[in-house]
């Protein structure tokens, strides 16, 4: 079928982008808002937009049932959730389809088999992809030569309900704590314990699969740069590992994602052991990601026009043969928060927002000058993506775009990613995902 009005899910930046797409495409656009986000620049560009209730996310943007009649009023053949809210709702993705809407993403049921974490391990074991090594049956069959070991959460993602505890004495309440911190987060308490891997480097493969059976990689992303389990700073491709790792990568990335018949965009995530040279399955997100924008530089792939594509029942417009990485990308998430006062978010009103341009530069924002930021959403407020010839290059490429990067009225965590760029272990790729914790930037 020919999808040729969208109803974008979201707000922020991945609704512009995702609009941006659409207009290249020639598919006309619904933006949803809440009262908040009047003013949001989403809801300027797209042909049409509805309030759809008050800044609270469980009554706006959460509300599967007023989403579906939005896109049903206004005849939108398609909803595209973005990432984050409704993005991996098995529910939701369950609910367009009988509504007769089509869901941009996967069928609920790859949702739900990828979004328990428990089952995707056994999933990923049993397709022959490693997994990190499990401790079953809970706290009393922890030994003492296990630790450190690693809590994490059944069914969620983005470092809530996990925690790394090195000894027997801390393990009953960081437990507690991490059922706690996962039940209010996702509605589900579940967790499992894992050997903790110290010397980690996070890596994860893009992939795309249509309805044709065809899957293809288009690359890895080393994505390591993290605060508290939050990416900051990400790249493609990840120069720090082996060409013979980077091909098991991409083999069981593809291996996993054929074994389940998984469609549309997806993106496998692994663990390297950089002290092993070993890299083990975590999760995939069954959504675009934030970071998706460094693959597309270096492919010169749109990934979102791919995902629309495929709900249109078409075949993948590359086949693997077609796909090339050239060059080195990275990407800067600039968050509206206050390094120097321990990441305390800062809204408040933009008086002066000039974005930076150039050749090889991409902004995704949904900011300017005169706008609102508002406490109740996420703090991002923009990524900078930059493309050079090589990983040198792409560093200089985006401290000093960065630094012509200009926002007055907010503080921003600009000065820590320039001060990341600017530290001779980054520059060297001498870190993992605890890195930023162990240094005095």
């Not at 590992?241 to 965009?265: F, G, H, P, W």
């Not at 490429?397 to 012509?404: G, I, P």
Request: some cysteine.
């Amino acid at each position: 079928m020919k999808i040729n009005k969208i109803l974008i899910a979201n707000r922020g930046e991945i609704a512009v982008r995702i609009i941006r797409t659409c207009k290249e495409m020639g598919i006309k656009t619904v933006a949803v808002y809440s009262e908040a986000d009047v003013n949001s620049l989403h809801v300027k560009i797209a042909d049409e937009a509805f309030c759809i209730g008050p800044a609270a996310s469980n009554l706006s943007y959460l509300k599967k049932d007023n989403l579906i009649q939005v896109a049903q009023v206004c005849e939108a053949d398609a909803i595209h959730p973005g990432y984050g809210f409704l993005a991996e709702d098995e529910e939701f993705s369950e609910k367009c389809e009988k509504m007769g809407v089509v869901f941009i993403g996967p069928k609920a049921e790859h949702i739900r088999l990828m979004g328990d974490k428990i089952a995707a391990r056994n999933t990923a074991a049993g397709a022959g992809v490693p997994i990190i090594e499990g401790i079953e049956g809970g706290a009393e069959n922890v030994k003492e030569s296990d630790f450190p070991v690693l809590i994490k959460a059944a069914a969620g993602g983005g470092g809530k309900g996990m925690r790394i505890v090195h000894e027997a004495s801390e393990l009953k309440s960081a437990i507690q704590e991490a059922k706690n911190e996962a039940s209010a987060a996702f509605g589900n308490d579940s967790v499992y314990i894992e050997r903790y891997i110290q010397n980690a480097r996070h890596v994860e493969v893009q992939v795309l699969a249509d309805t044709h059976g065809n899957v293809i990689h288009l690359g890895e992303r080393e994505c390591s740069i993290q605060r508290r389990h939050q990416k900051l700073i990400e790249e493609s491709p990840c120069s720090f590992i082996s060409d013979e790792l980077r091909q098991k990568l991409y083999q069981d990335a593809v291996k996993l994602t054929k074994e389940t018949d998984y469609v549309n965009a997806g993106t496998i995530e692994f663990l390297v052991d950089a002290d092993r040279n070993t890299h083990y399955f975590i999760e995939m997100n069954t959504r675009v990601q934030v970071e998706h924008p460094v693959t597309e530089m270096v492919t010169g792939l749109d990934i979102v026009q791919e995902q629309i594509w495929i709900s249109e029942g078409n075949e993948l417009s590359v086949m693997q043969s077609d796909v090339e990485i050239v060059g080195h990308s990275i990407e800067s998430r600039v968050n509206a928060e206050d390094p120097d006062n321990n990441f305390m978010p800062s809204p408040g009103l933009i008086k002066q927002y000039i974005t930076p341009g150039g050749l090889g530069v991409r902004v995704e924002t949904f900011c300017y000058t005169g706008y609102t930021i508002n406490p109740f959403y996420d703090s991002m407020v923009g990524k900078v993506i930059v493309k050079g010839n090589s990983r040198e290059e792409a560093i200089a490429k985006l401290k000093s775009t960065l630094e012509t990067f200009y926002i007055e009225g907010i503080k921003t965590t600009i000065p820590l990613h320039l001060s990341i760029l600017g530290t001779q272990d980054f520059q060297d790729g001498k870190f993992n995902t605890k890195w930023l914790e162990t240094v005095n930037i």
